[in-house]
């Protein structure tokens, strides 16, 4: 294949989503957050925010998402989500309080408790950031969580610092 033919076919499987480059890249050893989009037009909004990296946005409009009446798996998605725009702002308090409340509604939300283990990871408590990992990756599609999980234990970051 030509270097014309690779480089064609390289940005065609970019523009399709095929290849990308991952949240936190792959030598890089700080577990990554993981948001989904759900219905409701602040919840989609703070989702879209986010993804642009305007973490006050996404916070803005996440918490009006989380004040309206909608459903309890829409809500835990949502404070799933406002954990991780508050880690990615330091806020950690307050991210460890979204991701308990995305919790309570809903305890197998894998996103949730690997948010949840980023934000004990960024406290220094290596160990919780372990468990969580471990459990969030225990679901099917979990990708991320899965991610970090191996993250821990190919850099034994729980243990040795």
């Known amino acids: 294949m030509s270097y014309r033919h690779g480089l064609t076919a390289v940005v065609a499987f970019a523009l399709l989503g095929v290849v990308s480059a991952p949240a ?3 030598e890089t050893t700080t577990p ?3 948001v989904q989009s759900t219905a409701g037009s602040h919840a989609r909004l703070g ?5 642009r990296g305007d973490y006050a ?4 409009f996440t918490n009006k998402a ?3 009446g909608i459903k309890k798996s829409r809500r835990s998605i949502a404070y799933a989500n406002l954990c991780a725009s508050y880690g990615q702002q330091s ?14 509604l809903a305890p197998k939300n894998w996103r949730a408790l690997n948010n949840r283990g980023v934000v004990y990871f960024l406290s220094g408590n290596k160990e919780a950031a372990k468990a969580d990992f ?9 990708v991320v969580a899965q991610a970090n999980a191996d993250l821990m234990a ?8």
Do not use: R, V
């Not at 989702?47 to 993804?51: Q, S």
């Not at 950690?92 to 991701?99: N, V």
């Not at 471990?134 to 979990?142: D, I, L, M």
């Open 91 to 104: 806020e950690l308090d307050a991210a460890l309080e979204a991701c308990n409340t995305a919790l309570e």
């Open 47 to 51: 989702f879209n925010a986010y993804e």
């Open 57 to 60: 946005k996404a916070i803005s």
């Open 32 to 34: 990554s957050f993981a």
């Open 154 to 161: 190919e850099t034994k970051l729980a243990i040795a610092e």
């Open 66 to 68: 989380t004040a309206k």
């Open 24 to 26: 936190a890249h792959a």
């Open 134 to 142: 471990t459990t969030a990756a225990g679901e099917p599609k979990a």
